[in-house]
């Protein structure tokens, strides 16, 4: 039977090691011969992601609501792409996803069920990762970034609303992996975890949040 490529998000805290993890994924992919395609989300270069860019660097302001419209929208631009390359095959993995947009507005207070509907029907990854870390410990790994969110408060209700999402899924779609550890053990569970959908998928692609 025919299949489709798998659609892997990883979602994860500031200071996770998301970005370096994500980077080691697609090189172990890579070196397995099985093409892959990485987006990140935001995706900053489009016309969408370069007003999220600049009220991420605090260079512009926005409504709640509206900056939570432009994150969605700024997955609605590439979701055909997506859907394309699942359809040849290619494994497609995502830096922060759907789920990020939900997480991020929800801990700034805006309704869960609000913050879910722009993303309805949006493509839905076969398998999310998401990478968990302490504030404590990032803390010890020097702490936040410049940008809006990058605050322990902000940290810890974003923390607390990955964790409500998490709870709506089962075992094998949803996989939170502690990342406080060291990178090898962390990229090994990542893999553990991918490695048997990376031959593709049978069955079509599902949809969010259903
Ligand atoms: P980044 O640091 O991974 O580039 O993400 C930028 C910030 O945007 C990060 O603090 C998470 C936040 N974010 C949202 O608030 N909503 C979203 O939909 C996404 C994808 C990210």
Same mark, same amino acid.
């Given at each position: 039977?025919? *299949?489709?490529?798998?659609?892997?998000?990883?979602?994860? =805290? +500031?200071?996770?090691?998301?970005?370096?993890? @994500?980077? *080691?994924?697609?090189?172990? /992919? +890579?070196? #397995?011969?099985?093409?892959?395609? /990485?987006?990140?989300?935001?995706?900053?270069? *489009?016309?969408?992601?370069?007003?999220?860019?600049?009220?991420?660097?605090? !260079?512009?302001? =926005?409504?709640?609501?509206?900056?939570?419209?432009?994150?969605?929208?700024?997955? &609605? #631009?590439?979701?055909?792409?997506?859907?394309? /390359?699942?359809?040849?095959?290619?494994? @497609?993995?995502?830096?922060?996803?759907?789920?990020?947009?939900?997480?991020?507005?929800?801990?700034?207070?805006?309704?869960?069920?609000?913050?879910?509907?722009?993303? $309805?029907?949006?493509?839905?990854?076969?398998?999310?990762?998401? /990478?968990?870390?302490?504030?404590?410990?990032?803390?010890?790994?020097?702490?936040?970034?410049? #940008?809006?969110?990058?605050? #322990?408060?902000?940290?810890?209700? $974003?923390? +607390?609303?990955?964790?409500?999402?998490?709870?709506?899924?089962?075992?094998?779609?949803? $996989?939170t992996i502690d990342a406080g550890r060291k990178?090898?053990?962390?990229?090994?569970?990542? &893999?553990?975890? $991918?490695?048997?959908?990376?031959?593709?998928? @049978?069955?079509?692609? !599902?949809?969010? &949040? @259903?």
């Amino acid at each position: 039977m025919a *299949t489709r490529g798998a659609f892997i998000a990883i979602e994860g =805290l +500031d200071r996770s090691g998301k970005t370096t993890q @994500v980077a *080691t994924l697609q090189a172990r /992919l +890579d070196s #397995e011969g099985i093409p892959v395609k /990485l987006f990140k989300f935001p995706d900053r270069g *489009t016309a969408v992601g370069k007003m999220i860019d600049s009220y991420l660097r605090s !260079q512009s302001e =926005l409504d709640d609501h509206a900056i939570h419209l432009l994150f969605s929208a700024n997955r &609605w #631009e590439l979701a055909a792409a997506i859907e394309q /390359l699942l359809a040849q095959g290619t494994t @497609v993995v995502c830096d922060r996803y759907a789920f990020s947009g939900v997480a991020f507005s929800a801990a700034k207070g805006l309704p869960l069920e609000w913050c879910r509907a722009p993303d $309805v029907a949006l493509p839905a990854p076969d398998l999310t990762l998401f /990478l968990d870390i302490t504030p404590e410990k990032a803390r010890e790994r020097g702490g936040y970034g410049e #940008e809006r969110y990058e605050k #322990e408060e902000m940290q810890r209700q $974003v923390r +607390d609303v990955f964790r409500v999402i998490a709870s709506e899924f089962d075992d094998a779609t949803w $996989v939170t992996i502690d990342a406080g550890r060291k990178q090898d053990a962390v990229a090994a569970d990542i &893999w553990d975890c $991918v490695h048997p959908l990376a031959n593709g998928i @049978v069955g079509p692609v !599902q949809r969010l &949040w @259903v």
